[in-house]
């Protein structure tokens, strides 16, 4: 009779043992931050994804034309945020850009070093000359390397800034 109850103590201790386990777990995911939607910069065969720079579940971050400061600030800072991620464009690629479904539905731009590039989307995949985008309008040069910013866009305000950085091959 005692190895039948000894035995029943050890599976007892296993089964809290593994629920203690599991709910650990669980506490351990949901202190978690949930990941952004993520944006997709491909040139030829090479591909970058890039988390959002600023992002706050799809709440307004603010734009540049707000009269408020603190707004126009927060969002100066999300645009020149410093990118995690790099990509290289030789002379004639096309720079491919993709966004999420979620994203797409409330609507995106893509700007290089401010500059728009493409117009107001609601679909998934844009693309654009990779010459375009190095071309400063204002000193009528080809830069070495731009920021893509790619921004989704809700009633007029910006509600995410993604920040790839792209450097421009030699010939």
């Given amino acids: 009779m005692t190895a039948f109850s ?16 599991v709910s650990l777990g669980l506490l351990v995911l949901s202190a978690c931050d949930q990941p952004t939607p993520r944006a997709t910069v491909t040139v030829g065969q090479d591909s970058v994804t890039a988390e959002a720079s600023c992002y706050e579940d799809g709440k307004t971050i603010g734009d540049l034309t707000s009269k408020q400061k603190a707004e126009q600030a927060k969002f100066e800072k999300c645009m020149t ?5 790099t990509i290289t464009v030789h002379p004639g690629d096309k720079v491919r850009l993709g966004v ?3 994203m797409a539905e409330q609507g995106w731009i893509a700007m290089a070093n401010g500059m728009p590039v493409t117009s107001l989307s609601k679909q998934t995949y844009a693309s654009v000359e990779g010459d375009r985008v190095f071309y400063n309008q204002q000193s009528q ?3 070495d ?3 893509i910013s790619i921004m989704t866009s ?3 305000k910006y509600t995410g800034v993604w920040n790839i950085k792209l450097e421009r091959a030699a010939s």
């Fill in 100 to 102: 999420e479904p979620d």
């Fill in 81 to 85: 945020a410093k990118p995690d991620q």
């Fill in 6 to 21: 000894s035995s029943l103590r050890g599976k007892g201790r296993r089964a809290v043992a593994a629920a203690g386990a």
């Fill in 154 to 156: 809700k009633g007029g």
């Fill in 145 to 147: 390397s731009a920021t």
């Fill in 141 to 143: 040069q080809m830069a």
